[in-house]
């Protein structure tokens, strides 16, 4: 098995239950972008980040 799918098999098991669902929710929804080819439209967090990041900026006049 990979390092990851191992990884993940632990934390799954020991998160909260509540937690674990939305992992597996989410990871779900992963799998099924990149089975369409379309994992490369998904916004990562680190794009997010900077959007919030530069929206915070104060304005210059």
Known sequence: MDL???????????WHPNIAAEVRERISEIIDLADKE???????????QEVLDILDEPVSR
């Not at 990851?4 to 020991?14: G, N, Q, S, V, Y």
């Not at 379309?38 to 997010?48: C, W």
């Open 4 to 14: 990851l799918a191992e990884r993940l098999d632990t934390k799954l098991r020991e």
């Open 38 to 48: 379309l994992i490369d439209i998904m916004r990562s967090r680190a794009v997010e």
